[in-house]
């Protein structure tokens, strides 16, 4: 049989670095492929060779059996190759059929008929379970179905390849399953895909075979049928992972932070939170399960001063500061480390080492009399690089030219160097993978341990029971469910996850 795929010694070095050094790549014909690896390994910058967005230093792509013009999206759309990104490019102000249709016009023909086009997506809806409203505006639809759409928009195209980069760390845990299921349909019709991920989980679920990269190189192809966790987290690190750290129970101190009642609108004016109470104590870890779209992100924003509440009141050891603002908040001592690390904690075009130093570049020892001490900082830098493991050719180099991961490490690496006494953690493991996942829990609980009150937000319920000392879930815009760790229950926290206990809160 010809492979579809073969992407044949890909090397790409980006200065110092060297993403992909001589890659073989290979994907059969109705065949889903995981592509497994640590932040910074090269998953992406792989597959961004392979859609053309990157043009290697070395090596060739054959596509169906013709070799593919490099650096070339439009080359590898013709060929069938679509690419999902993390980020969409959806016109917002459009709505989903408008959308699809966008490329298509110069086409003419049914492309330009709005009922056509809806009777497609329907079609297209029901034969892979990817439900949308075609009339829907964009800007009003949540992330997970923003990705439908790109993923409609490939199929309305004719994709035969369609590679997906992390595409599950936005979805909630059903959104998950109906990608994963799609996946499934998609492959039955002979299509293929390449499924980069963190969660080791779902390639073992989906996946014909799976690939390892580490440090640019492939290191290991198996099929999933005989993987397992363990072997696949060996293949990746290179070596037989530690055991856990052992977990020390909590000795909570005084209530730090004290919410009550709050409530809070999403972006589009809908009360998203709705009435969330608790108090969070010095030397404890709150984790707050719940599905993305219950009200975790407005929590989040009101106890960073992102946005001001609609109702109820904020407490820092009994003092009001609801009205305060972002700023007021971090001079307080309360860190925030938000999901969206490109958005909102970096600043791209700015270097590693400013980006990590930020909060504290004009205060002491980084600053003295107005003048920033370069060389202080500079160890700082380097030192915090060390601690959370971020991989960069140097702490000079612009934070865009970092690894997914990598971005959201120097986020994490910025707010807990500081030992802030209140941390405030929305999502805080998005995109890294295990060993870094390990790592931040371990570091939070650290932080606890030394009297700091943490918040802990996900939608990763394996998280919230490792790393909670208390543990609830977020429903609806609801605490509907608290308890101490040893009394939580699985069960039941799953069920209010799914909005069992809506009505009884
Ligand atoms: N535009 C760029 N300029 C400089 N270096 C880059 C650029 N893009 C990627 N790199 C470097 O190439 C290496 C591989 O990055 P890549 O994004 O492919 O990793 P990844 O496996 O996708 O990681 P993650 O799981 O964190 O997303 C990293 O060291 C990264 O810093
Ligand atoms: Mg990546």
């Given at each position: 049989?010809?492979?579809?795929?073969?992407?044949?010694?890909?090397?790409?070095?980006?200065?110092?670095?060297?993403?992909?050094?001589g890659i073989n790549f290979t994907v059969q014909p109705g065949q889903i492929v995981g592509l497994l690896g640590e932040n910074g390994s090269g998953?992406?910058?792989?597959?961004?060779?392979?859609?053309?967005?990157?043009?290697?230093?070395?090596?060739?792509?054959?596509?169906?059996?013709?070799?593919?013009?490099?650096?070339?999206?439009?080359?590898?759309?013709?060929?069938?190759?679509?690419?999902?990104?993390?980020?969409?490019?959806?016109?917002?102000?459009?709505t989903v059929s408008e959308?699809?249709?966008?490329?298509?016009?110069?086409?003419?023909?049914?492309?330009?008929?709005?009922?056509?086009?809806?009777?497609?997506?329907?079609?297209?809806?029901?034969?892979?379970?990817?439900?949308?409203?075609?009339?829907?505006?964009?800007?009003?639809?949540?992330?997970?179905?923003?990705?439908?759409?790109?993923?409609?928009?490939?199929?309305l195209r004719g994709a035969g390849l369609l590679i997906?980069?992390?595409?599950?760390?936005?979805?909630?845990?059903?959104?998950?399953?109906?990608?994963?299921?799609?996946?499934?349909?998609?492959?039955?019709?002979?299509?293929?895909?390449?499924?980069?991920?963190?969660?080791?989980?779902?390639?073992?679920?989906?996946?014909?075979e799976i690939v390892v990269l580490r440090d640019g190189e492939v290191v290991g192809t198996t099929p999933a049928a005989g993987a397992t966790r363990e072997s696949l987290a060996r293949m990746m690190v290179g070596r037989e992972l530690a055991a856990p750290a052992e977990r020390r129970s909590a000795t909570p101190g005084a209530v730090r932070l004290k919410v009550e009642a709050l409530a809070a609108r999403d972006n589009n004016g809908a009360e998203r939170l709705k009435d969330a109470s608790f108090e969070?104590?010095?030397g404890e870890v709150l984790a707050l399960a719940g599905i993305d779209g219950n009200g975790q992100g407005e929590l989040a924003n009101t106890l960073a001063g992102l946005a001001a509440p609609l109702r109820g009141r904020i407490f820092l050891d009994g003092v009001d500061i609801t009205a305060g603002g972002a700023a007021a908040r971090l001079e307080a001592g309360i860190a925030y480390i938000p999901a969206d690390r490109s958005g909102t904690s970096l600043v791209q075009g700015m270097s590693i080492e400013d980006n990590l130093m930020l909060r504290d570049i004009s205060r002491r020892p980084f600053s003295v009399a107005g003048r920033i001490d370069r060389q202080a900082t500079g160890r700082a830098a380097r030192e915090r690089m060390r601690d959370f493991d971020v991989r960069a050719a140097s702490p000079a180099a612009a934070?865009?030219?970092?690894?997914?991961?990598?971005?959201?490490?120097?986020?994490?690496?910025?707010?807990?160097?500081?030992?802030?006494?209140?941390?405030?953690?929305?999502?805080?493991?998005?995109?890294?993978?295990?060993?870094?996942?390990?790592?931040?829990?371990?570091?939070?609980?650290?932080?606890?341990?030394q009297g700091a009150a943490v918040l802990y937000i996900s939608s990763e319920l394996e998280e919230v029971l490792a790393v909670g000392d208390r543990v609830g879930v977020l429903s609806d815009g609801r605490i509907v469910l608290l308890a101490d760790r040893s009394e939580a229950d699985i069960e039941r926290i799953g069920l209010a996850m799914a909005g069992a206990f809506q009505e009884a809160a």
């Amino acid at each position: 049989m010809q492979a579809l795929l073969e992407m044949r010694g890909i090397s790409k070095s980006y200065g110092s670095v060297r993403a992909n050094r001589g890659i073989n790549f290979t994907v059969q014909p109705g065949q889903i492929v995981g592509l497994l690896g640590e932040n910074g390994s090269g998953k992406s910058t792989l597959m961004k060779v392979l859609f053309g967005m990157v043009r290697a230093d070395e090596g060739a792509i054959v596509y169906r059996g013709r070799e593919l013009d490099a650096g070339s999206p439009k080359a590898a759309l013709q060929a069938g190759i679509a690419m999902i990104h993390q980020h969409f490019t959806l016109v917002e102000a459009m709505t989903v059929s408008e959308n699809l249709m966008l490329g298509w016009s110069a086409r003419g023909g049914p492309w330009l008929d709005h009922a056509a086009m809806a009777g497609q997506v329907r079609d297209a809806a029901q034969r892979y379970g990817l439900d949308i409203d075609p009339a829907a505006r964009v800007e009003r639809l949540a992330l997970g179905e923003k990705q439908r759409i790109e993923i409609l928009k490939a199929i309305l195209r004719g994709a035969g390849l369609l590679i997906l980069d992390e595409p599950t760390s936005i979805l909630s845990p059903p959104e998950i399953a109906r990608l994963l299921e799609f996946l499934q349909r998609f492959r039955a019709e002979g299509h293929s895909v390449v499924f980069i991920t963190h969660k080791l989980g779902e390639v073992l679920a989906v996946a014909d075979e799976i690939v390892v990269l580490r440090d640019g190189e492939v290191v290991g192809t198996t099929p999933a049928a005989g993987a397992t966790r363990e072997s696949l987290a060996r293949m990746m690190v290179g070596r037989e992972l530690a055991a856990p750290a052992e977990r020390r129970s909590a000795t909570p101190g005084a209530v730090r932070l004290k919410v009550e009642a709050l409530a809070a609108r999403d972006n589009n004016g809908a009360e998203r939170l709705k009435d969330a109470s608790f108090e969070l104590r010095a030397g404890e870890v709150l984790a707050l399960a719940g599905i993305d779209g219950n009200g975790q992100g407005e929590l989040a924003n009101t106890l960073a001063g992102l946005a001001a509440p609609l109702r109820g009141r904020i407490f820092l050891d009994g003092v009001d500061i609801t009205a305060g603002g972002a700023a007021a908040r971090l001079e307080a001592g309360i860190a925030y480390i938000p999901a969206d690390r490109s958005g909102t904690s970096l600043v791209q075009g700015m270097s590693i080492e400013d980006n990590l130093m930020l909060r504290d570049i004009s205060r002491r020892p980084f600053s003295v009399a107005g003048r920033i001490d370069r060389q202080a900082t500079g160890r700082a830098a380097r030192e915090r690089m060390r601690d959370f493991d971020v991989r960069a050719a140097s702490p000079a180099a612009a934070a865009r030219t970092l690894s997914g991961g990598n971005q959201q490490k120097v986020a994490l690496a910025r707010e807990l160097s500081r030992q802030p006494q209140v941390v405030i953690a929305f999502q805080p493991t998005w995109g890294l993978d295990p060993g870094a996942t390990r790592f931040v829990m371990e570091s939070l609980l650290k932080l606890r341990d030394q009297g700091a009150a943490v918040l802990y937000i996900s939608s990763e319920l394996e998280e919230v029971l490792a790393v909670g000392d208390r543990v609830g879930v977020l429903s609806d815009g609801r605490i509907v469910l608290l308890a101490d760790r040893s009394e939580a229950d699985i069960e039941r926290i799953g069920l209010a996850m799914a909005g069992a206990f809506q009505e009884a809160a």
